[in-house]
């Protein structure tokens, strides 16, 4: 399935169509809100406008100063809510107006919190329309009136996932670079995080890694499809983390995988061949088994937690690498971005994927990552609030 | 990764008591020995040959001896040899004892290798070596498993199938294409390869997966502390995966419309139970991993398919070995990954691949590969489900042994050049396997007969004492047969008239009975060759018009003398006297036996007119047939008697081959070469297929590239209702295909 949006004027990029929106169209009124709904975790990008005139002050309603507020001076919100302050964009110009762009995410099973915070603090009175995507979007559409009074704008999560990741890339030009990759990846002793200049993105595979995976192909900033998904994704992890060693968060579960050790866990190449199977051109080191020492119960018996943790990961990650490398070569595209939750604060997986790229596609594919890996979609809707397609 | 686990392996069971000399039968002659030893099964190869009787034929000189009452020809039994492969599976378990039994009845000594592949070959080389004194010799396995891969698809029809659970048979076989390359074989063992084949010598692995059957297992015992891969299956078979999975539905609260994924789609495998402070049943987690792995596997398997433009793909491994529950959800994966573009694959003797291409590459001085082999149902155990409680009668054996037994054909096989879709012939016109009424009926049928058959079997070995003692062992055997096609009628591929025929025939020769009608066809040639100058004369007599009809009448008069019909077997029985005349009335006019009084007036009549024509017959004995050795002589009778014939023979423009056929249908797919040859030498341009059993239990919608006629009379009552005629009634089917007119040779099959 290919996705076209509506065309727009040739040769604009997204950086710019706020601008020409602001001429035709009144610009939507604060608060500006972008949310993605996840299966696992809420994404929630706020902007705030640090340009605001006396003026502006004055006539400014006090909830919507209280939401500022609340939302700026917390890093944490309530027991589960984080603002990811260092992916924080400041200085930023969205549809004329300059301010900070904020990163929040809480876990989508606390959402009900949520729509109680909102709730108390009167959104509704803002009249504010909120521009939500992800399957929640719609899940949850009938709480969101119910319990908050608030009306959603229901957007398609891939839409925004795509002018999201443009978006956001074209507007990253001080601070680290959005767009990176790892130097040497087949080298653990030399694979550095290097920033990658994404210049003419096109045609890209999209890889987004959230509670499950989707793969997209992108033609144009409003041509792509999704060419497949799959359901082993981080949901799969973190799940089956927390049935193997009793773990409930990610952050504990990558915590174990760091310690763990997979090959005590997998049955390699070498545990079959005593070394490479070289009629196929196998390495040794090589995975011929995900768990497959596990049907041995002394096996079973000798692995740690820690083990069973890091062989998770590596699974997981591997198949989505050897989906994608699938998916590279059948479409022809040869430089892959992975983003989605999945990846936060998991360098492992990265630097397994960027391995497994480069190895198996004997150094054809590149894998790149992107700072926000999250947040595109929540982008996206936010995006769309300002400058509906 | 192709290897099975090597785990939980059972302790050697010397106690065990076995029947071997029904499961490792020839050992007397075995040579070329191969062993496959996987995770739990161990499979072993050996080839052997087989001495049994054979009826043949010999023409007594005439010209010497001149009373009426003399015997037509000499049919003597003799001794003949034939090559089988010999397949039996058993559980590791057993793999000590067997290997005793083995050494104990092992007469050739020429054997000095046993070439060995899967996993477990090296953990028992040392055992092997020392109980059979045997080097063992390791094959890739890989490499191995496609030789034999190869080697099923080109020599058993209807080895690949469709799995459909909730089809009315589970089990759809496939036609072979005659061209069997190129396809994907995907290897679900511990891990998964995937190979893709594009010749007998030319392959490659493209790719694999380390999530495979081991994954499902080390990660099964781990979660639900079941230890043994069937009983993880069992768990699976009972759980709900939507417990721990988060469908689609769980995230949208419905279907996520824009791309057509619907609610109930897994969106994050094991997604729900990301959560300390909740319990999941072992059979849902079993379940969830269950559909997470094949449908990782289906999803990799049509990438590949896709990448390389492949729409056959063959799935095995002890993942998929028979578990219904396996092959459901890898054909439900690869529906919906390839929208229904390309189709799963299962192979009925999958688990032997791996030993029959390790025997192929240490039999290569036998050139195995030039010949044609046929599956011999009387010493094959078939398909049977593992489904735990499906049918009463599967497990019986299977735990233990299971065989398979591959018999050389003297011919090799091939296509009938002038099929018109040979990818899409199919032989049979009733398909039993999908048709429950016609099954019971037929079932019942051929156990009806089995008295009978019985009878005739013992009279037609009147010298010899102990055929009783061995047309009982037949009943015993072939009735056993009949009862398990009752609950399996899917072991042997599609159940057809057909196969229950030749099922029958290969338990006749299984115990000596090769030719049970030999003396009544005799007799019954004997006396139609007296009739036959009476009858060309009359035919003669006729005008142009009224002769034909009658000829027509005469082959369809002389189709009513079939022992294999029982409504005329009934009457023939009972009434000794019944011949030609009551024949003649019945179908109110003309004369002839089958063959002598039938056909060859007919092909007189084609040479008259200046037609060539191929006479093609049985290679060997089927029911009251005639065989090509039967027809040569009686065709050096007739030629003495009438120079038409004799001048066809002289002049190259009668000619008789043998269709390489043993059975009383006629597979079109798998004919003599030479036969072939001659075919499309002669250009042939006309076909008729005379008899019930080969037009009408086959070959009635076979379409042919060139005309043709199908003739027959119905001698079955329930197939007459079934075709919307009554018993006796004739069937005349002439076809042209499109834009083809003149004739010129003809070919008549018999």
Redesign the interface.
């Known amino acids: 399935?290919r996705h076209r949006r509506d065309s727009r004027e040739d040769g604009e990029t997204s950086g710019d169509t706020c601008r020409k929106g602001q001429t035709q169209t009144m610009t939507s009124s604060f608060p500006w809100f972008g949310m993605d709904i996840?299966?696992?975790l809420v994404k929630l990008v706020y902007f705030e406008p640090k340009d605001i005139t006396a003026e502006e002050e004055q006539e400014e309603v006090e909830n919507l100063k209280s939401i500022r507020r609340y939302l700026t001076s917390n890093i944490a919100y309530g027991t589960t809510g984080i603002r990811d302050v260092h992916l924080e964009l400041q200085d930023l110009t969205l549809c004329g107006r300059k301010g900070n762009l904020h990163f929040i995410r809480f876990p989508t099973h606390d959402l009900p919190v949520f729509l109680q915070m909102g709730r108390n603090k009167h959104f509704s009175s803002l009249h504010t329309t909120l521009c939500a995507t992800?399957?929640?979007a719609?899940?949850?559409?009938n709480d969101f009136r119910t319990m908050a009074d608030l009306q959603l704008h229901k957007l398609?999560e891939?839409d925004c996932l795509v002018r999201g990741v443009l978006y956001i890339d074209s507007v990253m030009s001080s601070g680290p670079s959005e767009c990176y990759y790892f130097e040497n990846p087949t080298d653990p002793d030399h694979c550095v995080q290097k920033p990658y200049l994404l210049e003419n993105p096109y045609p890209l595979l999209l890889v987004n890694i959230?509670?499950?995976v989707s793969i997209l192909a992108v033609y144009s900033e409003n041509n792509y499809k999704?060419v497949?998904g799959?359901?082993?994704?981080?949901?799969?992890f973190?799940?089956?983390c927390?049935?193997?060693t009793?773990?409930?968060t990610f952050e504990e579960a990558l915590e174990m995988a760091s310690e763990g050790e997979s090959t005590r866990?997998?049955?390699l190449?070498r545990d079959?061949y005593g070394g490479d199977y070289e009629?196929?051109g196998l390495p040794g080191w090589?995975?011929?088994?995900?768990?497959?020492?596990?049907?041995?119960?002394e096996k079973?018996e000798s692995v740690s937690k820690e083990d069973?943790a890091r062989a998770t990961l590596v699974?997981i990650t591997?198949?989505i690498g050897?989906?994608t490398r699938?998916?590279a070569?059948?479409e022809n595209i040869e430089r892959v971005v992975f983003v989605g939750n999945f990846l936060r604060v998991n360098t492992l997986s990265m630097k397994l994927l960027a391995y497994a790229m480069d190895y198996w596609s004997k150094g054809q594919l590149k894998a790149l990552f992107l700072r926000h890996e999250g947040y595109f979609g929540a982008v996206g809707a936010l995006l769309e609030l300002l400058h509906p397609s | 990764?192709a290897?099975c686990?090597r785990?939980?392996s059972h302790t050697m069971d010397k106690s065990i008591t076995l029947p071997p000399d029904e499961i490792f039968r020839n050992l007397e002659n075995a040579k070329r020995f191969a062993i496959d030893i996987g995770?739990s099964l161990t499979k072993l190869a050996y080839y052997s040959t087989v001495k049994h009787k054979v009826a043949k034929v010999r023409s007594f000189d005439h010209s010497t001896k001149e009373a009426a009452s003399d015997k037509l020809y000499e049919i003597s039994v003799q001794e003949e040899v034939t090559a089988r492969l010999h397949f039996i599976k058993f559980e590791n378990a057993y793999i000590e004892t067997c290997l005793d039994f083995i050494k104990d009845h092992l007469v050739n000594t020429e054997t000095k290798v046993i070439k060995a592949t899967g996993?477990g070959a090296h953990k028992f080389k040392v055992l092997i070596e020392r109980k059979l004194g045997l080097k063992v010799d390791k094959e890739?396995e890989?490499?191995c498993l496609i030789k034999g891969c190869n080697f099923v698809l080109k020599n058993i029809p209807h080895e690949a199938f469709v799995y459909a659970k909730h089809a009315d048979s589970e089990f759809r076989f496939q036609t072979t294409d005659p061209d069997i390359f190129p396809y994907l074989l995907v290897n679900i063992?511990?891990?998964v390869s995937i190979a893709k084949v594009e010749s007998e010598d030319k392959f490659e692995?493209i790719?694999g997966?380390?999530?495979?059957?081991?994954?499902f297992?080390?990660?099964g015992?781990?979660?639900t502390k079941t230890?043994r891969f069937d009983e993880l299956l069992q768990l699976a078979s009972k759980g709900q995966h939507s417990s721990?999975?988060?469908l689609?539905k769980?995230?949208?609260?419905?279907s996520?419309g824009?791309?057509?994924l619907t609610g109930d789609l897994?969106?994050?495998?094991?997604?729900?139970?990301?959560?300390?402070?909740k319990e999941?049943s072992k059979e849902d987690?079993a379940k969830s991993l269950l559909h997470?792995i094949s449908?990782?596997i289906g999803?990799?398997a049509c990438?590949?398919a896709?990448?390389h433009n492949l729409s056959r793909v063959y799935f095995g491994g002890f993942f998929i070995r028979g578990h219904p529950l396996t092959m459901h959800t890898i054909t439900y994966s690869i529906n919906f990954?390839t929208k229904g573009e390309v189709q799963a694959l299962f192979l009925r003797h999958e688990g032997y691949l791996g030993a029959i291409g390790a025997f192929l590459k240490g039999a290569e001085e036998d050139n195995p590969n030039q010949y044609s082999w046929g599956e011999n149902y009387a010493g094959s155990s078939g398909l049977m489900s593992v489904s735990p409680d499906m049918y009463p009668m599967q497990r019986a054996r299977s735990g233990t042994f299971d065989m398979l037994e591959m018999d050389r054909l003297d011919r090799q096989l091939v296509n009938l050049p002038l099929l018109q879709e040979p990818s899409s012939y199919i032989p049979d016109t009733v398909d039993l396997t999908e048709d429950a009424p016609a099954r019971e009926y037929w079932l019942f049928c051929f156990e009806d007969a089995l008295d009978g058959v019985v009878k005739r079997a013992v009279a037609s070995q009147p010298d010899m004492p102990e055929a009783a003692v061995r047309a009982e062992k037949f009943r015993q055997k072939y009735r056993h047969k009949l009862q398990t096609l009752r609950y399996q009628p899917f072991a042997y591929g599609s159940l057809t008239v057909r196969s229950l025929l030749d099922t029958r025939e290969h338990c006749l020769n299984e115990f000596n009975f090769p030719d049970p009608y030999s003396k009544i066809k005799e007799r019954e040639n004997d006396v139609a060759l007296k009739y036959y100058q009476k009858v060309v004369k009359s035919l003669e007599e006729l005008s142009w018009e009224d002769r034909q009809f009658a000829l027509v009448r005469g082959v369809l008069a002389g189709n009513v003398f079939d022992w294999g019909a029982k409504a005329v077997s009934d009457v023939l029985e009972s009434d000794p006297e019944f011949g030609f005349e009551q024949a003649k009335r019945q179908l109110e006019d003309n004369s002839g036996v089958d063959i002598i009084l039938g056909v060859m007036p007919l092909v007189r009549e084609l040479l008259s007119r200046g037609t060539e024509v191929v006479l093609a017959s049985n290679s060997g004995p089927a029911l009251n047939d005639v065989t090509n050795g039967e027809l040569q002589i009686l065709t050096e009778r007739i030629a003495a008697m009438d120079p038409v014939i004799q001048s066809g023979l002289r002049d190259d423009r009668l000619t008789l081959v043998q269709n390489g056929s043993s059975s009383p249908c006629l597979d079109l797919s798998r004919l003599d070469k030479a036969l072939a040859m001659v075919v499309r030498e002669r250009k042939t341009d006309l076909v008729i297929i005379e008899g019930m059993g080969r037009a009408i239990h086959t070959n009635y919608f076979a379409t042919l590239s060139c005309e043709s006629l199908k003739l027959a009379v119905i001698k079955n009552s329930w197939l007459a209702d079934r075709l919307g005629g009554k018993l006796f009634s004739v069937v005349f089917k002439y076809e042209v295909p499109a834009g083809k007119p003149s004739q010129e040779a003809a070919v008549l099959t018999p």
């Open positions: 399935m996840g299966g696992t992800g399957g929640g719609y899940k949850f559409e398609d891939l959230g509670s499950g999704r497949t799959t359901s082993l994704g981080g949901g799969t973190l799940g089956l927390c049935l193997l009793g773990c409930s866990v997998d049955k190449v079959i009629r196929f090589a995975v011929a088994s995900s768990f497959g020492n596990m049907m041995s119960k079973r069973l699974t591997n198949n050897s989906i699938m998916c070569l059948n | 990764m290897e686990g785990v939980d995770g996993g890739d890989m490499s063992g511990s891990g692995r790719g997966s380390s999530i495979g059957g081991g994954t297992w080390g990660l015992a781990l979660l230890k721990v999975d988060m689609v769980d995230i949208y609260g419905g996520y824009y791309l057509g897994i969106a994050s495998s094991f997604g729900k139970s990301a959560t300390a402070d999941f987690m997470m449908n990782d999803q990799l990438l590949y896709r990448l990954f």
